[in-house]
């Protein structure tokens, strides 16, 4: 890292139309101008893993050390130029935020994987001795889920979209 890569907060002035602040420590932030656009595909691609790892850091207080370690790991897994499609979809702030807010008050931590959908959803799933479960965290405090349980030996499909807090009773009842 250059040295004029990293300034003082009270030396320099950050146009957040401009600029990606992307983190710092020690009284000093490290800012980049906001080129994603330009940048090739992989550096777009690292800066929006970096982007949802300081988002992830935002809630870490409030996660175990095991759900951000398996959160880090599937995001690395997840945004690694050699799986990555360069027409796909990016993953939202607003829909891992989404994900994360959920993450910190269910009892139902035990997805297997994350994904990515259309439109940048972040999604997640559940397998469950009965079946299995898909969500899709969209952002502003809505997902969308699939579930298919055997119930009595017979598959019982349903679909939804809810909130958040909706979306985490009807987990339990469906993992239980």
């Not at 994603?36 to 809630?59: M, N, P, S, W």
């Not at 207080?61 to 690395?76: A, G, K, Y």
């Not at 952002?139 to 119930?151: E, F, H, L, P, Y």
Request: overall charge negative; proline content about 2%; hydrophobic content about 40%.
């Amino acid at each position: 890292m250059d040295d004029d890569d990293v300034h003082s907060p009270k030396s320099v002035s950050v146009s957040y139309d401009r600029h990606l602040i992307v983190g710092g420590s020690g009284g000093k932030t490290l800012v980049r101008p906001d080129n994603i656009i330009h940048a090739g595909f992989e550096e777009r691609l690292f800066d929006v893993l970096v982007g949802l790892k300081v988002t992830a850091a935002q809630y870490s207080m409030h996660l175990t050390s095991n759900v951000r370690h398996r959160i880090f790991s599937e995001l690395d897994r997840l945004l690694n130029a050699e799986n990555w499609y360069e027409e796909d979809d990016f993953p939202t702030t607003e829909a891992f935020r989404d994900f994360l807010s959920w993450t910190v008050y269910s009892q139902h931590q035990c997805w297997q994987s994350l994904g990515v959908g259309n439109g940048g959803q972040m999604l997640a799933v559940w397998l469950a001795p009965r079946g299995v479960v898909t969500a899709g965290f969209r952002g502003n405090n809505k997902v969308g889920w699939t579930a298919k349980i055997d119930v009595d030996g017979v598959a019982s499909l349903s679909a939804d979209i809810g909130s958040l807090k909706e979306f985490d009773r009807l987990l339990g009842s469906y993992l239980d």
